[in-house]
């Protein structure tokens, strides 16, 4: 029996802080959840504003002040993955993989 594991490419990692494990998708036993690190990485990256985000993600600019404020805060909260994906498909950073719907 063989695994198929879906394809995509990731490019412009120019950020250190942005962790690579963060693009991999979610049933990747290496995935790694993102932190506020990684998308305050994301938006210098791509110069977004909290605003920007949200408008792209379709969230009230609160879901985005609490997915960056720091994680000991009361307020914070994770960013959901696929609200991240999303974030990463729509700056270019790694491609939608294609997916088989059988035919």
């Not at 959840?33 to 605003?51: C, H, K, W």
């Not at 985005?64 to 909260?77: A, K, T």
Request: net charge positive; proline share 4%.
């Amino acid at each position: 029996m063989s695994e198929t594991r879906a394809s995509y490419l990731v490019s412009g990692l120019n950020d250190q802080r942005l962790r690579q494990s963060t693009l991999l998708l979610f049933d990747d036993p290496a995935f790694s959840m993102p932190g506020r690190d990684d998308i305050q990485a994301i938006m210098r990256m791509y110069g977004l504003t909290g605003s920007k985000v949200a408008k792209i993600l379709g969230v009230d600019s609160r879901a985005v002040r609490r997915w960056i404020v720091s994680e000991d805060h009361l307020s914070h909260r994770q960013m959901p993955y696929a609200s991240w994906r999303l974030l990463l498909v729509t700056v270019g950073l790694v491609e939608q993989p294609k997916i088989d719907c059988g035919g």
